[in-house]
């Protein structure tokens, strides 16, 4: 409830006991309306709940509601049913003593409707298992049955509860709703038969005329409209907006399903013959009156499966017995009438107990050995009800809502004063109107009596209180029952009939001899036998109220006051009037000013600390000492005055509401800093967590990635073990034959020099590197050289130009001719030859050397070795000497005896010419730079190449006329050609000329 109080919830009080002016009425009521106006229904004095009727739907009996007040504490959540009804249950369950909650209010007040929220809470609420499931649908399902035949429209309310009912529900130990029980009080059964303008009689037979089948319509003999039965027709009011008794009728067959009801044919016919029975007309003259409508006697007689004459019979006589002998006397056209309504009230009625019977047999608690279950009682007892003209039902009904108020008012009472000595507080108590005591029943004594008799005797009783007036010549009473209550008119007229609730003997006898099963049960025949007078309809009511008190007595009790709004039944509207008169008559101020006469509020000591515990620094967080101490010092720090308050054993009580408005108040200015730091703790925490969370993650992924690491770790270690381990021994083993031993190691070395030979081939033919291959593959690797040697130089050869191929042959032969025999043969090699090696002032000899090779030489005299340049110019079949363009000697190869140079790096050579050759002038000593390339042309030109003479030391050549000349060569630091002074041409030769390589030589190696 103190939630109540912060202002986004407050509107008016949620409980009476805050309002500031609690005595006054006024205010009271506009609190209620405030809040009817919001929707809010429900408002609390203490621990009572008042409802107001909506009269309309409101979305707040969702399962999410259901949900919200389970197990919550009653004043922590603006008041419900469902709160009251959960605390019911948890004090059922945590104190095991039985408890009930009493439905009060008038008619239309919306009790039937309270007690069916109730049932659905727990239903919904409590633990279940299969078994329980099913006592769970029973006890829901009664409802509807139970309605059907008990409820009925009446101008106050188109559902009308015509039947008290209090309804055990039993839950074991675990709390587990298993079973039930329902105790029907006083049903309106003169309804069956007459119904005030406006009413309807009991739903069933609308439901059955409207839903039925064809078939099972045309079985009982019934039309489908509702005016053509004399029961139904009295109220005029055959068809209610609100109520829809087609899928009523369904709703009730399946109910009776659940139930496990199999007396559904029995049960109809019971149901079809009242209304039969009720167009049974009588005709004939006074004192010989007969049944005109043999049609209803025949239906009568099958539906009630009885004999059709004996039943004409019984319904139109009646048996006397004089002097021991047995008479038929007929009865008058009146007397038959009363006697076949009697008769159809007694079967309806009866009926209406065994369908209670039935219920409870099918609720009943199979695993009672032990009696160990707790109960909550529901009761929900016809309402209040005033009307223009009140009958002997509505003296009933009163009798009963004032016997109950009273019991309501002295419970209240005592549990205020209990609790109050219980916590050791001084009970001052408030002047308390009391209720006029009821009707003494001395008025419904059976007896000779007439209605006038009768209120006779009510005058003379309790005629001189000041609430009671006779009104003799229209023979009425008006009777208050609570002060400054409206007048209640009760017409005493049928008073002594409707007590007396006679059914003739002959009757009862025949319905005796019924052979519906139900009917059989209804009529027992050891009625017959007992001569004892009946008890009158108010006596078993009142015996029956008196043990109800005393169920009622024996449990913890908790309240709800039902209030009506209006008389229209319309949603929203608030009658003042109509609800001042009940806040009157259902004592809601008395209640409150009861529950306020010392405090407004009271907590227990854990609960106010808990709630308020935040607005003292000593007591926040936590108080560690006596709860009681801890609520002292709390309400030090708040500031309370010593008559503001009073601390109890286990309670706070506080005076005035306004006292607690301000620590409420107090309360939702501290909430926002304590939401803050909350806020902050929590996201802290949460960030922690979550932290936490991943750090926890991710130590979990790391340990599993270094297991995983380590194992492919170790499996490689072992795998690297293995292998060393099989090298070695393969090593040790490798000389011997191939055995399982050494044959890895055999393999692998194999392999492994395979591998090596694959990454290290030699990359051109020059390249003479080669792996050294083990022992067992020399052969095998000689043949992979030899192979790969071959490809090389095929691949090579595939690749050589023409012009190329010429030029290695010819190096080839310069090769032959001087490697090793001539000096600056080396430096020769790496420089290609060229077809011609003149200037471009020669352009056409170097034209010619398309064909021939053209070299530039110096030519030295035979006589004093003079020097000249000249060309040399090697055609096809001669050698031709030109200066310029003038040709100076041409040697025929025919003619070119041999060719002789010496073994030093020099350039001259002589070109020895036949002495045959008249043409020619001797020998001719030659000089060119590129010696080695000049001679192998020549050589090969002329086809001399075994012609070439490499000399040490001398060359002799023939100076022509048979003269001789001498080259002398000599090694030195320079090259000299001169005439020596022996006459001898001497050369002195360079010595270790610097090998220069060439473009030519690099591409030379790089195509190998
Ligand atoms: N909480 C509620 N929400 C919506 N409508 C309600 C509520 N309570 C009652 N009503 C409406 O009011 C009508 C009368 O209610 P209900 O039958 O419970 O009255 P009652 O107090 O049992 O009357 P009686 O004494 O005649 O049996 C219901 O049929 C329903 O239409
Ligand atoms: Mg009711």
């Known amino acids: 409830m103190e939630s109540a109080l912060t202002a986004r919830d407050r509107v008016g009080v949620q409980d009476f006991v805050l309002l500031e002016n609690f005595t006054s009425e006024a205010a009271f009521i506009e609190n209620l309306r405030k809040r009817f106006k919001e929707n809010l229904i429900y408002t609390y004095i203490g621990s009572v709940l008042v409802s107001v009727n909506p009269y309309k739907d409101l979305e707040i009996y969702t399962k999410n509601h259901m949900e919200r007040y389970r197990g919550v504490n009653f004043y922590e959540v603006s008041p419900h049913i469902y709160a009251v009804a959960d605390n019911s249950y948890r004090s059922m369950r945590t104190e095991r003593k039985d408890q009930c909650i009493l439905i009060s209010g008038e008619s239309g007040a919306g009790k039937t409707e309270a007690s069916k929220k109730i049932l659905q809470y727990y239903a919904f609420t409590c633990p279940a298992s299969e078994q329980v499931q099913t006592i769970k649908d029973r006890l829901l399902q009664s409802n509807p049955v139970l309605e059907a035949f008990g409820n009925a429209k009446t101008l106050r309310n188109d559902n009308s509860s015509r039947f008290g009912k209090y309804m055990d529900i039993q839950f074991d130990f675990k709390g587990a709703p298993v079973g039930g029980h329902i105790i029907n009080y006083l049903l309106e059964k003169s309804r069956v038969v007459h119904q005030n303008h406006g009413e309807r009689n009991f739903h069933i037979f609308y439901q059955l005329i409207e839903g039925g089948e064809e078939d099972l319509l045309r079985a009982l003999g019934l039309e489908r409209n509702p005016q053509q039965y004399q029961y139904l027709v009295k109220g005029n009011c055959p068809k209610v907006s609100s109520i829809n008794d087609r899928s009523d009728w369904k709703m009730v067959r399946k109910a009776l399903t659940v139930i496990g009801f199999n007396e559904d044919e029995e049960l109809l016919n019971i149901i079809a013959s009242v209304l039969h029975l009720g167009n049974v007309q009588y005709g004939g003259e006074e004192g010989n009156v007969c049944i005109t409508s043999d049609t209803q006697i025949k239906y009568l007689a099958r539906l009630l499966g009885v004999n059709g004459a004996v039943l004409t019979e019984a319904l139109t006589h009646k048996k006397i017995i004089a002097k021991g002998e047995e008479l038929m006397s007929p009865l008058n056209l009146e007397q038959a009438s009363s006697a076949r309504d009697a008769l159809s009230k007694a079967v309806y009625g009866r009926t209406f107990t065994w369908l209670v019977n039935k219920i409870n047999a099918s609720l009943t608690y199979t695993d009672d050995s032990h009696k160990n279950y707790s109960v909550i009682g529901l009761l929900d007892i016809y309402g209040f009800e005033v009307f223009q003209h009140n009958s002997f039902e509505q003296f009933c009904i009163n009798y009963c809502n004032e016997k109950l108020q009273q019991l309501f008012i002295e419970l209240t009472l005592k549990s205020e004063q209990e609790e109050y000595e219980a916590e050791g507080i001084t009970w001052e108590p408030e002047k308390f109107k009391g209720i006029i005591s009821i009707l003494d029943e001395e008025c419904l004594r059976p007896g000779d009596a007439s209605d006038l008799t009768f209120l006779e005797k009510l005058e003379d009783t309790v005629g001189g209180h000041a609430h009671f007036v006779t009104l003799k010549y229209c023979l009425a009473v008006d009777w208050l029952v609570v002060p400054d209550c409206k007048p209640l008119n009760i017409c005493p007229v049928r008073f002594l009939d409707k007590n007396n609730d006679l059914l003739f003997r002959n009757l009862k006898e025949v319905m005796c001899m019924s052979e519906n099963k139900i009917l059989n049960q209804c009529f027992d025949r050891e009625e017959l036998s007992d001569k004892k007078r009946p008890e009158t309809a108010a006596t078993q009511f009142k015996a029956s109220l008196a043990k109800l ?284 030859f060229v077809s011609t090696r003149l200037s471009t002032t020669f352009f056409l000899l170097q034209q010619m050397s398309c064909e021939t090779c053209t070299v530039p030489v110096t030519k030295y005299d035979r006589k004093g070795y003079k020097a000249r340049p000249r060309q040399l110019l090697l055609t096809a079949n001669s050698a031709v000497i030109i200066e310029e363009t003038k040709l100076k000697q041409r040697i025929d190869y025919g003619a070119l005896k041999g060719i002789s140079v010496s073994s030093l790096s020099d350039g001259l050579f002589v070109l020895h010419v036949s002495s045959d050759d008249n043409k020619q002038k001797g020998d001719v000593v030659l000089q060119s730079d590129h010696v080695i390339e000049t001679l192998t042309k020549i050589a090969i030109c002329s086809d001399k190449i075994n012609s070439i003479n490499i000399n040490q030391g001398s060359i002799t050549f023939t100076v022509g006329q048979g003269k001789e000349g001498i080259i002398d060569f000599t090694p030195g630091s320079e090259l000299l050609v001169a005439k020596a002074k022996n006459g001898h041409l001497s050369v002195v030769s360079l010595l270790n000329l610097p090998h220069s390589q060439s473009d030519g030589f690099s591409k030379l190696k790089a195509e190998m």
């Open 549 to 832: 008190m005393e169920i009622l007595m024996s449990k913890e009790p908790s309240y709800i006051r039902c209030i009506k709004p209006n008389d229209s039944k319309q949603a929203g509207r608030f009658d003042e009037v109509l609800i001042r008169h009940q806040v009157k008559y259902l004592g809601l101020m008395e209640n409150l000013r009861v529950r306020r006469a010392g405090f407004a509020y009271r907590r227990r000591y854990e609960v106010f600390l808990q709630r308020y515990k935040s607005l003292c620094p000593d007591t926040w967080p936590n108080w560690q000492g006596k709860l009681a101490d801890g609520v002292a010092t709390l309400v030090k720090h708040l500031g309370y005055k010593p008559e503001e308050y009073k601390l109890g054993r286990s309670k706070i009580f506080i005076r005035f509401p306004k006292t607690l408005f301000a620590t409420e108040e107090a309360l939702e200015t501290r909430k926002h800093s304590l939401a803050t730091k909350l806020q902050a703790g929590w996201r802290g925490y949460s960030q922690k967590s979550k932290y936490q969370k991943l750090r926890t993650s991710a130590i979990a992924i790391q340990a599993w990635w270094r297991g995983i690491l380590a194992r492919r770790r170790a499996q490689r270690r072992r795998q690297a073990a293995d292998t060393i381990r099989r090298f070695i021994k393969g090593f040790i083993y490798r000389h011997r034959e191939r055995c399982p031993e050494n044959e890895y190691f055999l393999d692998y070395v194999r392999y492994s020099f395979l591998m090596k030979l694959h990454r290290n081939l030699p990359k051109n033919v020059l390249d003479k590197s080669w792996p050294t291959p083990p022992a067992a593959l020399a052969e095998a690797s000689e043949h992979l050289r030899k192979l790969c040697m071959q490809n090389m130089v095929w691949s090579y050869c595939k690749k050589i130009s023409p012009e190329w191929k010429h030029q290695m042959e010819q190096k080839m032969i310069a090769s032959e001719l001087f490697k090793d025999k001539k000096d600056n043969y080396p430096q020769s090699v790496p420089k290609l």
